[in-house]
Each structure stands twice: as C-alpha cells, then as structure tokens.
C-alpha cells in the first residue's frame, strides 16, 4: 500500500521550541541553537495504526500578534500543530491569535490541531499550567500535549496525535 502523504505545519510564537520539537522528532537529536529565521520542511516516515505515513513538516520562522497569516499555510495543510512554552505567557496569548486567524483564513469548522506546551523541563519557571493548556484545546476541541523538545519528552505522542487528529477528520484537505 502506498503510504498516506501529511503535510503539517508548525506554528507559534518565536523561541518557543517549534524547530526543536521538529529535530528531535526526525532526527532524534536536541540542537541548542537553531537558526531562528529558517523555514524548512522535514520529512519523515512514519508507522502508525498499521499505516504507512509520509509526514511533511513545514517548519515555521514564528508569528506575533501583528503577523498577518500567511496565506500559503491556509492550503495544502491537512493539519496544524499550535506551540507555546510553559514558561511565557506572551506565547499562550500569540497561539490562540493565530487559532483565531487561522480559522478566519481556512474557512471550515473543524480543522485538526493540537495544542502543544513545549518546555516542561522548565518546571521552575511554569507560567501556565497544565489546566489552562488543557481548557484552550477543549474550547478548541483540539488535543493537547505538553512536551520538552530538550529531554524527548512526548514528542512522539505529539505527532501521533496530530496523525490521530487529521484521521479523526479523514484526511481531507479542507474545503474553500
Ligand atoms: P523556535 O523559534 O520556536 O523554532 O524555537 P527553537 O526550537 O529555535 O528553540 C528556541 C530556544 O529554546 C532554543 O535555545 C532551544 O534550545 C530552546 N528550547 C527548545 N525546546 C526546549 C525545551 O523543551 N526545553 C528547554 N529547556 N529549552 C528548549
Ligand atoms: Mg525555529
């Protein structure tokens, strides 16, 4: 069977570990300083379920609160992944901008996301708990998972369930 192609964008505030969640999950390795300023797209092949996936991630330089959503990330996606760390509040705030743009922008209800608390190595500097993670994504119905990119920490998990979240949604790109 062939595999199922996903493309899968990773977006959020800057410095809140989106290129480092990507790296370690493909190339299992913690890289301390990563060019903040590139967008790459990595690739990885992945079984899940008993299904083949080629996973595309599309690695983003990060939005703020005046970023206009870039319209090339409203099509061609079967699914976003929202991070912020535990330790900044400003980049819970930037995620649930960029949830609010991204629906305007995709035009369908339901789009598959997961919600994604980088950082929990961090404890002593936790800004926001793991309660308040959990509620953003129930008001979203989106899943949420709380990782460190740093100890390896439910990295994995997260990209399964952002593959469990586009099967829940059977895969389609979103229609305009
Ligand atoms: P991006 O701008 O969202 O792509 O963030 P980066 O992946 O470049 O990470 C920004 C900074 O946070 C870098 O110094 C990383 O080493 C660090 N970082 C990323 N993930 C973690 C983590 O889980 N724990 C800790 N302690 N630092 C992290
Ligand atoms: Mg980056």
């Given at each position: 069977m062939p595999s199922k192609q996903r493309k899968i964008a990773m977006m959020?505030?800057?410095?809140?570990?989106?290129?480092?969640?990507?790296?370690q999950f493909v190339e299992g390795q913690f890289v301390d300083s990563y060019d903040p300023t590139i967008e790459n797209t990595f690739t990885k092949f992945i079984r899940l379920n008993s299904t083949e996936y080629e996973v595309k991630l599309v690695d983003t330089a990060g939005q703020d609160e005046y970023s206009i959503f870039p319209l090339q990330y409203s099509m061609d996606f079967h699914g976003y992944v929202?991070?912020?760390?535990?330790?900044?509040?400003k980049s819970f705030q930037i995620v649930q901008i960029i949830y609010d743009k991204l629906l305007d922008m995709v035009?369908?209800?339901?789009?598959?996301?997961?919600?994604?608390?980088?950082?929990?190595?961090?404890?002593?500097?936790?800004?926001?708990?793991?309660?308040?993670?959990?509620?953003?994504?129930?008001?979203?119905?989106?899943?949420?998972?709380?990782?460190?990119?740093?100890?390896?920490?439910?990295?994995?998990?997260?990209?399964?369930?952002?593959?469990?979240?586009?099967?829940?949604?059977?895969?389609?790109?979103p229609e305009k």
């Open positions: 959020g505030y800057r410095s809140v570990g989106k290129s480092s969640l990507i790296i929202l991070v912020y760390s535990i330790t900044s509040s035009g369908k209800i339901h789009v598959p996301i997961v919600l994604v608390g980088n950082k929990t190595d961090l404890h002593l500097e936790r800004k926001i708990s793991t309660e308040e993670g959990k509620r953003l994504a129930e008001k979203w119905k989106a899943a949420f998972v709380e990782t460190s990119a740093k100890r390896n920490e439910s990295v994995t998990d997260m990209f399964h369930a952002i593959l469990s979240e586009i099967e829940r949604s059977d895969g389609h790109m």
